[in-house]
């Protein structure tokens, strides 16, 4: 069983930066690929980012690209996803998922895994 705890949530304003991190229990690190997804209020959860296991790969979703960057620390077993230029609708609980896989899944049906969210709230 894989234990994932989220942190680094809170309030920004539109145009500012957080960095999310999350981190694993899993000793075989590696073998995970990663992903992050939120869920704004009266939506579905949706795709973020997701890296491979030895962070070789990396997919965003088109409302992120260029804004977002997923990473990932082997030696900390942590995962990270660096968030700038927020906007108002980036505003949502964002959770990190991890599968044992060498590609990079997209969907959260692929992920076995879950953490408990971090409110990101980006006022306008």
């Known amino acids: 069983q894989v234990q994932l705890v989220e942190s680094g949530g809170g309030l920004v304003q539109a145009g500012g930066s957080l960095r999310l991190s999350c981190t694993a229990s899993?000793?075989?690190?590696?073998?995970?690929?990663m992903g992050w997804f939120r869920q704004a209020p009266g939506k579905e959860r949706e795709f973020v980012a997701a890296?491979?296991?030895?962070?070789?790969?990396?997919s965003y979703a088109d409302s992120v690209k260029g804004r977002f960057t997923i990473s990932r620390d082997s030696a900390k077993n942590t995962v990270y996803l660096q968030m700038n230029s927020l906007k108002p609708e980036d505003r949502a609980v964002y959770y990190c998922?991890?599968?044992?896989?060498?590609?990079?899944?997209?969907?959260?049906?692929?992920?076995?895994?879950w953490g408990q969210g971090t409110q990101v709230t980006v006022s306008s």
């Open positions: 998922a991890a599968r044992a896989s060498t590609v990079v899944p997209t969907t959260e049906y692929e992920y076995d895994y």
């Open positions: 899993e000793r075989t690190f590696s073998n995970y690929a």
């Open positions: 890296i491979s296991g030895y962070g070789g790969h990396t």
